[in-house]
Every structure is written in structure tokens, then in C-alpha cells.
């Protein structure tokens, strides 16, 4: 849940868009016959809504509190989108969160409406190179993303397009604040025609790895496996479980109509298998058509097959049309697929292939696609033909069929389900099945649209717009601004061609794409980071933000190329290293000697300074020399399993450490040991390191 910020009651408001004035006049108090959560308080209403559904489970509730009039109030006028929209709307700090088959991202201002930062993460694959499919013009974001609002993070899958033609399918991170992208990793299915696979669920996390489904394009065309497949929301090791795999097989898609697999809270993730390629039921049993539960790690740990599965699967009967509804109220699973049965199964004991169930028909005269709504013991099914409502516990029946045949996933708020059908948005009551309210929302591009609640605010997707509309807590106050960075994270990093990349602090400019007669090769802040300065190995030296140029070597002749740099404890000066240890003193630094023109078993890799004065030099097989600064001790004639490659000062000065290439740390005199990459696989060598104060 999101802080408390300021809203702002709506009574009559006139919102200005294009020069047009529209009033939007809330209505009178709740309908009778539905049952109203109790009006909200200011801090429920900030309630956030970051994964398919509400939660972590998919139960589709919102807590909030919040209600809504008959019918609800636009909070502002649609939002335009740049492509078509299959995911639910997210919403968090303040912020709503929509994607597009464009592979755009969005972020919306939940006060006003007003769009907050877009981001395009890749091109995405034109309908037209795919072997079948209903997803036109184009395939790029399907799923519904996920937030982690403590990492301040929106996770996306994109679908993009490579030479061939061809797809790449990958996990994108950006940051909720600004749009950056953070993380952009591709996605690995092997033994897959890339083309043929679609990214159709929801994402969600689970012990801190996204995790997600994949299945194929409508018509279930080309060679495609199911899998789930979960990736560290840091970027890292994929872990994957694949449906179909034997060779010859596929199909099995994870899909579940746009519902994302869901995680209890053990971790343990759950989800449906649609029909497999595998139609004998002499044939060994392929894992499709399927309810099953996996480890964190993605491990099988128990399914649910009909004894019907082969059958199933020849007909394009599957199961995993829907997501598991977890009744926790009585310790089971519901799951409804397209051969119009409800399976109630134990969530401790699902039993394999003709496991223990009961089973009732359920929405008979069409398919159930998507996610659901879990209210107690009662589960609202999303029905083509309508919402159902199956109670599961006694007697197990369906009790009702939605009266306005709205079928698509429901969701419950402010005591109404609301679901959507031909570009209306239906209040059903959960009691009945009958029509509290309705209100136009535009057309659908996707067959399974379903809304959100956030902030107060009911939320609706359409073919390339969202709508918005407000409830009993007024439209929410401003966006909350970004969290202040944590201690001791801020820090640039200088790259050989001069360009700076600033984490949490300052960008004072660089010489990225600029010309250079040399590589850049180190940096130094300034006294008061309020700049910073990098050197070239030709000596050159380029001052940015308030450091003041005090000389360089740039344009003289160096019997070794320059290696390192470090600033005074003034800030008014710094001193450059080569090679071949010679050093070099620029503004109020002194010059406390040097390895120039001596024999050096190593060549020196860099320097450190010490803040009472003096400085230090490092040579790559470890060796340490001390002019003006303690010497505490070093590597040099050991063995290293790695040369080593720079050094950093502790803000006693009475102590360092040293890093070698493979990430290894040593330290001497009253510097810390706090961890280390030796022996961890690393995709590139560690150039060099900095202490944080």
C-alpha cells in the first residue's frame, strides 16, 4: 500500500480538454439488492494495484473500501494510447501503469490524467510475420506487467522483432518514476520457433524473481511449448518448467486467458496447462491439460489431470483456458476449462492424473477465459456467455449466470463485480447476477479485457485508450514524488569513450560521443561531489561541473600511458599515475615521490589518496607503494588468481582495500571485509573500485 497523500473531493467538476468543457456530476448512493463495502478512509483509498487481479493470488478484490455511484463519474477524459491494449491497467505511487502491443510503456497521472513519461522498449513483430495469430498490426507487450513498488520498478515482456524476420522475446525492468529502463534481459525458450511463442499471461513475483507464463498464437499454429519461467528481478539465472517437451511434442501453452500464474505465500507459484499434442490415451501422459503447483524454483511439486486429458487435448477442450481459483476460505482449487466442467481439487493433494474431484458442469453454452474473482467460498468465473458464480463449498453449485452477459474476467469493488462486454463496463450485483449500472468504456481489441482498482479509481481498458472513473474518496492528489536514493548509493561511472553514467546523483556532462586522442581511464570527484574530473591515458585531463582545471600532461611526451587519477582532500587538486609508476602533481598537490624510472616487477594499475595526505600506488601483481601514507600492507609475491586492478582508501586513511579482475577484495589496516565477486562467474572483468565514503 502506497502513503497518504492529499485528494480532493468530487462533487461537480469541470475538466477542460481540447478547449471542451465537460461536467462530470457524481450521482446519489448505492443501489439496492447490492451489498456496498462501507465507505472509505482517505488511507485505504491509496491502496495500490500492481499485479493481474489485486494480489499476489489473483483474487480480484480490492480492500479498499472504496464505492462507486450508479453509474460512476469520469475522472478525466480517455487517455489515447499509441497501440492496443491486452493487459489490465496497474496502479501505484500515485501513477497508472498501462503497456502496448507498440512495446510502449505508459505512465499516467492518477489525479489527472495527464501522461507522465513513455518508453519504448524494443520494435515490436509485425502480425504479418507470424505463422498465425489475432493480435494485429502488431505483437509487442501482451501480459499484464507487475510492480515491486519497494524496488520502484514496473516489469514488462516485450516481443521484439530481430533479422530474419524473426522474434526475441525479453524481460524488461523500468523505473516507475522516470521510465528508464533498468533491466533487459532476453528470455530463453529453446527447441521453440520464437515466432510461434506469445507471452500471453500476467506477471507476477514471486522470492524476488519474476515469473511468467508463455503458450502460443491463436490458432496454435507452428512448434511452441508451454513454460513458466522466472528471472531475478535484478536480471540473472532463468529457471524454466516446459509442458510438451519430449521430442516430437508441443503445444501446452500457459495462458490462461491473460491471467498471470499465481504465488502463495510460500512462493510456491500455481498455474493451468492448455491442450498438448499428445491425443492417445495409450501415449505417456505429456503434462498438458493440466492444474499444477511448482517449487520457487521452479520444480514440479504436484498436478490435476482429467482422466479426460487426451480427449481434451483433440478437441481443444483445455484446461488451462482460466487460472486456478485458491479457495483458501476451504483449502481448495476451482479450475474451469473449455470442456465446461468445474474441477473442485484439494490444494494439498491434487492427485495426478485422474485425482480425487468433484465436478459440476459450469459454463456451458461457451468457453471460460481468464482470471476470477475469489469472495469467501464463492468464485465469480469469467463466462463468455456471462459470469458465473460457483459456490464451493455446500452444496458445490453454479448460483447464478450474469443477466447482462458480461463474461469477460470480473473483478469485485465497491461491492459490485464489474466485468466487461462489447465496450460497456458492467456493476453486476455478487449476490444475483442482476445489473446494478453500466457504462460505456469503447471498443475491445482484446477478447479477455478486465479492469483494475487504484487510488481510488475504477480503471477500464480499451482498444488504445483508458478510461478512469472516480469514486467515493474523490480523485487522489498528485503523484508521489521519488523516494530519496538510500545511503551510500551514489556514485558515476566513467567509460573509455568519456561517457558518465550517474546512479543517484548529478550527470555535470561527459565526452561521450565526442572526439578523444586517447581513452579516458579514470575519474575523480571533487571535494563536494559537486563535479567531477577524468583523465586520458595520454595525460589529458576534462573538468565537469565545479572542478576547476588545474593542468595535464595532454599533448606531452609520457614514457608510459596515464592509469589512474585521485583528488586532494581539498578538492583543489589531483594527482595522475602512469604505468610505469611516475606520477604527476596538479594545483595543491604535493608531490610525495614516485616509481618513475625504477624497476617494477608489475606495471601500477592505480592509485588511491590518503585523506590526511600522501598517496598510495597499486601495481596488478598486488604490490603497494606508499609516498606520505601509511603503508598497511599488500599482495605483492603472492599469488593472485587474478592481477589485481585498483584500490580504494578507507575514510581513515588508515587502511585500503584491493580488487583483482575476478572480483576478489583484499584488505589491510582498518579496512572491512563486506563481500566480494571472487569465484562468481562475471560476464565482464572488474576494471577498478571506489569506497562509499
Not at 473442485?344 to 456451458?364: E, F, R
Not at 479492469?451 to 480503471?459: A, E, F, H, K
Request: glycine share 16%; with cysteine.
Amino acid at each position: 500500500m502506497s502513503g497518504w497523500r492529499p485528494r480532493f473531493a468530487l462533487g461537480a467538476v469541470c475538466i477542460i480538454a481540447g478547449g471542451a468543457g465537460i461536467l462530470i456530476q457524481g450521482h446519489g448512493g448505492p443501489q439496492s439488492g447490492s451489498a456496498k463495502l462501507p465507505p472509505a478512509s482517505l488511507a485505504a483509498a491509496t491502496q495500490s494495484w500492481t499485479v493481474y487481479h489485486g494480489d499476489a493470488l489473483g483474487s480480484g478484490v480490492d480492500t479498499s473500501g472504496v464505492t462507486f455511484a450508479s453509474p460512476p463519474p469520469a475522472a478525466w477524459p480517455p487517455v489515447a494510447l499509441d497501440g492496443e491494449v491486452y493487459g489490465e491497467p496497474l496502479e501505484a505511487t500515485g501513477r497508472v501503469f498501462v503497456a502496448t502491443e507498440n512495446n510502449n510503456v505508459y505512465a499516467i497521472a492518477a489525479n489527472t490524467g495527464a501522461v507522465l513519461w513513455e518508453t519504448n522498449v524494443g520494435t515490436p513483430v509485425p502480425s504479418g510475420d507470424l505463422p498465425c495469430g489475432n493480435i494485429s498490426p502488431n505483437v509487442g507487450i501482451t501480459g499484464t506487467p507487475v510492480i515491486d513498488e519497494n524496488r520502484g520498478e514496473i516489469f514488462v515482456v516485450s516481443d521484439d522483432l530481430v533479422a530474419g524476420p524473426q522474434a526475441s522475446h525479453h524481460l524488461v525492468g523500468l523505473n516507475i518514476y522516470t521510465g528508464n529502463i533498468e533491466l533487459n534481459q532476453p528470455i530463453t525458450l529453446p527447441g521453440s520457433d520464437q515466432l510461434a511463442q506469445l507471452q500471453r499471461t500476467g506477471l507476477n513475483l514471486s522470492n524476488g524473481n519474476v515469473v511468467l507464463g508463455f503458450g502460443g498464437n491463436a490458432g496454435d499454429c507452428g512448434t511452441y511449448h508451454g513454460w513458466v519461467v522466472a528471472i531475478p528481478e535484478g536480471g540473472g539465472t532463468q529457471l524454466s518448467y516446459e509442458v510438451d517437451k519430449a521430442s516430437g511434442q508441443r503445444e501446452g501453452a500457459i495462458w490462461m486467458g491473460g491471467a498471470a500464474p499465481e504465488v502463495d505465500a510460500s512462493g510456491n507459484v500455481w498455474a493451468a496447462a492448455g491442450n498438448g499434442s499428445v491425443t492417445s490415451s495409450s501415449s505417456a501422459y505429456d503434462f498438458s491439460d493440466s492444474v499444477f503447483e511448482l517449487s520457487p524454483s521452479l520444480a514440479l511439486k504436484q498436478y490435476f489431470a482429467p482422466s479426460s486429458w487426451a480427449s481434451d487435448n483433440s478437441s481443444d477442450a483445455d484446461l488451462g483456458s482460466s487460472s486456478p481459483a485458491m479457495v483458501n476460505a476451504t483449502g481448495s482449487v476451482l479450475q474451469v476449462g473449455k470442456s465446461h466442467t468445474a474441477y473442485k481439487l484439494s490444494q494439498s493433494n491434487l492427485g495426478g492424473v485422474g485425482g480425487p474431484n468433484t465436478s459440476i458442469s459450469a459454463c456451458s453454452a461457451n468457453d471460460v477465459d481468464g482470471g476470477h474473482v475469489v469472495n469467501g467460498t464463492i468464485v465469480y468465473v469469467p463466462c463468455r456467455s456471462g459470469v458465473q458464480a460457483i459456490q464451493t463449498g455446500s452444496p458445490f453449485s453454479v448460483l447464478w449466470t450474469a443477466a447482462s452477459g458480461a463474461g469477460t474476467p470480473p473483478i469485485l469493488a465497491g461491492g459490485d463485480l464489474w466485468s466487461i462486454k462489447g465496450g460497456t463496463m458492467y456493476a453486476i450485483d455478487p449476490g444475483t447476477g442482476a445489473t446494478v449500472t453500466s457504462v460505456s468504456v469503447g471498443g475491445e481489441a482484446n477478447s479477455f479485457p478486465t479492469p483494475s482498482v487504484g487510488d481510488g479509481l475504477l480503471l477500464a481498458p480499451s482498444t488504445n485508450h483508458l478510461y478512469a472513473f472516480v469514486g467515493s474518496a474523490g480523485l487522489p492528489g498528485p503523484p508521489s514524488p521519488p523516494p530519496a536514493p538510500p545511503p551510500n548509493s551514489s556514485y558515476w561511472l566513467v567509460a573509455a569513450d568519456g561517457g558518465v553514467f550517474s546512479f543517484n546523483a548529478p550527470f555535470y556532462g561527459s565526452e561521450g560521443g565526442k572526439h578523444l586522442n586517447a581513452p579516458v581511464v579514470a575519474m575523480a570527484p571533487t571535494a563536494g561531489h559537486g563535479g567531477y574530473w577524468m583523465v586520458a591515458s595520454d595525460g589529458g585531463v576534462f573538468t565537469f561541473g565545479n572542478a576547476q582545471f588545474y593542468g595535464s600532461e595532454g599533448g606531452k611526451h609520457l614514457n608510459a600511458p596515464v592509469v589512474g587519477m585521485a583528488a586532494t582532500p581539498s578538492g583543489r587538486g589531483y594527482w595522475m599515475v602512469a604505468s610505469d609508476g611516475g606520477v604527476f602533481s596538479f594545483g595543491d598537490a604535493q608531490f610525495y615521490g614516485s616509481e618513475g624510472g625504477q624497476h617494477l616487477n608489475a606495471p601500477v594499475v592505480g592509485m588511491a589518496a590518503d585523506p590526511s595526505g600522501g598517496y598510495w600506488l597499486v601495481a596488478s601483481d598486488g604490490g603497494i607503494f606508499s609516498f606520505g601514507a601509511p603503508f598497511e600492507g599488500s599482495m605483492g609475491g603472492k599469488h593472485l588468481n587474478a592481477p589485481m586492478v585498483g584500490m580504494a582508501s578507507t575514510p581513515s586513511g588508515s587502511g585500503y582495500w584491493q580488487v583483482a579482475s575476478d572480483g576478489g577484495i583484499f584488505t589491510f589496516g582498518d579496512a572491512n571485509f563486506g563481500g566480494s565477486e571472487g569465484a562468481a562467474p562475471l560476464n565482464k572483468p572488474i576494471v577498478g573500485m571506489a569506497s562509499t565514503s
